[in-house]
């Protein structure tokens, strides 16, 4: 009898569920004209970063000096592929958020192109423009109008363990490949790999050693020619297999975590990462005095010069198109304070970035400042040529194909011969 | 049963037929729409004829995918499935603590797929995982290899949990069995057969439509999961272990390949009913119909 | 030779003595296969705990070890840095309200399939194949259903999906139990007078309970787990879920497993509760059994 009851008011409460299920707030709410004017910011830093610290600082910063007038929320996603698929599906759906950052890829110009974006370029005064390096505009500068501004741009660096090297009985950081190969050796008889490797997911650290390996052989246009299939690019393939017999026996099949917690347990000496390693870092070695931070190898005879520097894509800042043209005004001045020196310098400092726009450190901020960060930074700013990592500007198909392709080369089932066709023939 | 009139019948049926109307029939369109089609996600739609069919039969990666998914159906229907159905025999039996047994055995499905592939892609680590390290200690150490990066292993490895956890298949089992009637038992038991003759005689037959509706589950788990090939391997090494599910995935959120990716799901879901209609068949074969039609 | 004629079942013990030295022998091979099981099954869960308790570096530099240091660090980060509670509560709402709704328009779905009708077996095919689509290819398509019914980060909206994403395999399990009920008993029913509507409330309903309670454990604990339309459709805290949550430690480039662990087993916790006070339905439901 009861159970009747239950069944029935069960029944009847789980259609009217369905049925009444009204509209979400949120939604229609942020786009009228009422004031304060509410924007809503998509981050990937979560608040267990301190990246993502400091933009909360920021933005808490920000709605201080504009109480009542204009009100940031930020909505985090940590998940960066995931928060990317949903940014791209909103824009499809005509609801571009009304701030987001996205990794910049010169061929793929879909969102660009989607014409809802908004165009910074009237609110563009000599003041904000002078904050920036003229060529990273140009870059983001699509059809005449500028879609993005220009923000991360996180410089990859060597962080090796100085007392790995010692044990090993070398004395510096290699300058060659050639040493580095060499050295590699020398790590093997102590028991510990060169270099941590990556090929699962993006295959990121293994993809950074075979941009340096190609820039180091071809210059800076080694990969951004009309064809993959060079013979610059088999060299740096033959050699990017030799590195992966460099590394753990892990390194296959590895994830980024697995890969960069063999650095930091000390069974890898090497590593190729950008400066959110640092962190990490610095809490395993308390006070990294034992990590040390060095340009990639180079080749005696190749087109690179030392202390190129390869990147990760730039990570520039969005916005969907407004309608009211104050909330449009009210997004561009807050890029405007979110890249003005002092918040850059927070970031980068606190934060562990590296930005593009123009950074002014003085003395006293370089010595209270991490010291593997401020070499990061003299790293950058000193670097004859930046290039942007390969995966990051292949075409989307081709950048799917690369981490099977890296996978592929290291078991030996592809040439490296095979390893640039394909990759080739995959880059449509 | 005839004593119902069309509009009670619809009346019954409204709520569902909504829920699947809204979220299979209408979404589908799309998908063989888009099948047809081109998309980047953003641009324009560009209709394409039959170019992304003829591009996923000449994509490498996407055979394996597609062979892959059969792989991983073959093995639910005759490793996995068996194994619940035993395991349901035995518990049927409610030996001491069959309850402990039944309620262990279905906690690994209640914890998340992620966090059983992520547990299994550290058992199989070269260096630091636990099997590498088990047959080190008991002396197999030459045994021991890069399990998900060899070719010849990976497959095999991404597809242990799914072996292993067959919680809630056996669950469905054991609630079919509970259906039995007593009487039968009863019956078999005076007439002095054994535990065993039981089974083979009596339960066995009268849970086939457990084996139908396990026999759909599992097709559709293998066709619908992606966590352990892609945390396990991300589908390598060199797509060894790639899914369809995965391809699907890939070739959408990293290729921005929605047509493709579209064309993918489906070619999934004719193989789901492709496989369907062979277990049931099957099951007809093997004598009695299958209670559901 | 009590408890055999209590449940109605064989047990090992009253096989008629036909050679004891086979029993014992299948008894033990009984025994060692349900303790060998027993160890694997429970392993994940054991391990996830475990790891909980570890740091970071300690958890990689040995992932199957014990902890050198026995630490509450995880849990207190994961409990106090995001709020959890309101996580685990749009978790809940999502699961409960998604199950509800699936099981409640599944059953009445597949009561009137135990009658003749022109369009049964097609009725049936519909209701059943979405369990072949594979949801990634599903993804764009709910975006834009879920935006346009005004349910984009909402709890409803989750739930509203969820309960279509789940149907078929509600009513296959539903169905399938509904099946065994035997014929004479709906007969019965029909003779005595009683309406369409009545033999369904008070004759199936009641008989179909253990099958709809096996659905809603199924539904329950796959729509918790749930992430990929969790993330996609939800974007503030006001209906993140606790599996998205839990993503937030896994974030690419800063991961912390250990942590992420903790978070796991915070979400555990309510699934193995409602497991517990459900399975003890279906008990209740195999004892009474259908026939008279």
Known sequence: MRLRRLSILGLVAALTLGATAGPSPGLAAGRAAAAPIQITMMSGWPLNQARGVVLQGLVNQYNKLNAGKVKVTVDINPDWPALQQQIRTMISAGRAPDIFQYNFNPNDLSMQKSGQLLDFTPYMNAAWKARFNPHDLATLTIGGKLLSIPFEADGVGFYYNKALFKKAGIGAFPTTWDQFFRD????????????????????????NILSYLAIGLGGPSAYFGRSLDTPTMVRAATLMKQVFACSTADAMGANYDVASNDFLLGRTAMIADGPWAIGPIEKQFKGAAQIGLAPAPTFASGAGKPGDLVTDAQSPFAAGKQSSPRKAAAIANFLEFLTSPGSVKQLTLQGK???????????????????????????????????????????????????????????????????????????? | MRTATRLQILLYLTPALLLTLLFFALPLTFVGYMTFHSWDGIGPILYVGLQNITSLIHDPSFNKAFINSIIWILVGLFIHLPFALLIA??????????????????????????????????????????????????????????????????????????????????????????????????????????????????TIPLVRPAVAINALFITGFCLRMFEYPFIMTSGGPMDATLNLSLYIYRSMVTAHAYGLSMAAGSATILLGIAVMALVFLALRRAGGRPAEA | MDRAVATGRVGWRSAQGRGTVLTALLRLLQWSALLVVLALMAVPFCWLVLSSFKSNTDFFANPFGLPQAWSLDNYITVLSGEPMLLYLLHSAVASFASTALAIAATTLA?????????????????????????????????????????????????????AGMSAPMSFLIVKTYMDSIPREILEAGRIDGASFHRIFAGIVLPLSVPGMVTAAIFLMIISWNELLFAVLLTQSDAARTVQVAIQFFLAAFHANYPEAFAAMIVAIIPTIVAYVLMSKRIVAGLTTGAVK
């Open chain 2, 89 to 202: 025999l035995i518990l049927s039996h409610r030996p001491r603590g069959w309850r402990f047994f039944r309620n262990v055995f279905v906690l690994p499905n209640v914890i998340s797929t992620t966090a059983v592939a992520f547990l299994w892609y550290f058992v199989f680590q070269v260096d630091i995982g636990l099997l590498n390290g088990i047959l080190g200690a008991v002396g197999l150490g030459g045994l021991a290899r890069p399990w998900l990066f060899d070719p010849h292993t990976a497959l095999a490895a991404t597809q242990a949990p799914f072996v292993l956890y067959i919680g809630f298949t056996m669950l469905i089992f054991l609630t079919q069995i509970s259906t039995i009637p007593a009487d039968y038992y009863e019956a078999a038991r005076i007439d002095g057969a054994s535990a065993w003759q039981i089974d083979w005689h009596i």
């Open chain 1, 184 to 207: 590699c050796g020398r790590f093997k008889k102590v028991g510990v790999a060169a270099i941590s490797l990556q090929t699962q997911d993006d295959a990121w650290l293994g993809t």
């Open chain 3, 110 to 162: 597949a009561y009137a399939l135990q009658y003749r009708f022109r369009p049964r077996r097609g009725v049936f095919l519909l209701l059943s194949f979405g369990l072949f689509v594979p949801v990634y290819a599903l993804m764009t398509p709910y975006y834009f259903i879920v935006n346009d019914l005004g349910l984009f980060d909402s709890v409803w909206g989750l739930a509203l999906v969820y």
């Open chain 1, 353 to 428: 970035l590296l930005l593009s726009p123009k950074l002014q450190l003085t003395a006293g901020d370089q010595q209270g400042a991490d010291p593997l960060l401020v070499h990061l930074i003299s790293l950058y700013e000193q670097a004859p040529r930046r290039v942007v990592e390969m995966t990051r500007i292949l075409k989307p198909a081709g950048e799917a194909k690369l981490p099977s392709l890296l996978q592929g080369l290291a078991l030996g089932s592809l040439t490296p011969a095979q390893f640039v066709q394909q990759l080739q023939a995959s880059n449509h």
